[in-house]
T-cell receptor
């Protein structure tokens, strides 16, 4: 069974621009979560989607948004990029929400903002 | 107090010895507990999960959960150099959000 895939793997953007990252979950998984990982803050939860609905949201500004499609694929968008948004963005999928199910991570998208 | 706390390490263990990694959490309503391994430059990989008090063994790995004391630990027996990585503890709180600790860096010394 194919794992979680994320595109693109690497991205360089300029301050003020916006970016869209994509995540395809493991086949059959309907829940997708997004995380930001930085050396200083570790893994920070962004949001979780299940059946096209956002179930949970972390403490990030409104510049960070996401959505999920009917095939469970998900995208996250960051508008008006800031230098501090440089990070590894990870997507994880699980069979169902509630946090009780195991999450499996994709390879991540490394975003660099200059 | 952080929701999930881990000793950042680095923790150095001789090859063949037992590595013991610890994690404490603050939310008494937490129900699900996970251990992830992350190699440098890679994404986290799930290695263990535990839901009930007690021990759970899988090969060389044993997860231990004590809800009364609010801690969860991971033991790695017969440590190998390939076990050198950062180990992340993750806990699902009563709000159903998965919260990660900052990780413990483990180095196995040949």
């Amino acid at each position: 069974k194919a794992g979680v895939t994320q595109t693109p793997r690497y991205l360089i953007k300029t301050r003020g621009q916006q970016v869209t990252l994509s995540c395809s979950p493991i086949s059959g998984h309907r829940s997708v979560s997004w995380y930001q990982q930085t050396p200083g803050q570790g893994l920070q939860f962004l949001f979780e989607y299940f059946s096209e609905t956002q179930r949970n949201k972390g403490n990030f500004p409104g510049r960070f948004s996401g959505r999920q499609f009917s095939n469970s694929r998900s995208e996250m968008n960051v508008s008006t990029l800031e230098l501090g948004d440089s990070a590894l963005y990870l997507c994880a999928s699980s069979l169902a929400p509630t946090g009780a199910y195991e999450q499996y991570f994709g390879p991540g998208t490394r975003l660099t903002v200059t | 107090q952080k929701e999930v706390e881990q000793n950042s390490g680095p923790l150095s263990v001789p090859e063949g010895a037992i590595a013991s990694l610890n994690c404490t959490y603050s939310d008494r309503g937490s129900q699900s507990f996970f251990w992830y391994r992350q190699y440098s430059g890679k994404s986290p990989e799930l290695i263990m999960f535990i839901y009930s008090n007690g021990d759970k063994e899988d090969g060389r790995f044993t997860a231990q959960l004590n809800k009364a004391s609010q801690y969860v630990s991971l033991l790695i027996r017969d440590s190998q150099p390939s076990d050198s990585a950062t180990y992340l503890c993750a806990v699902t709180g009563g709000n159903e959000k998965l919260t990660f600790g900052t990780g413990t860096r483990l180095t196995i010394i040949p």
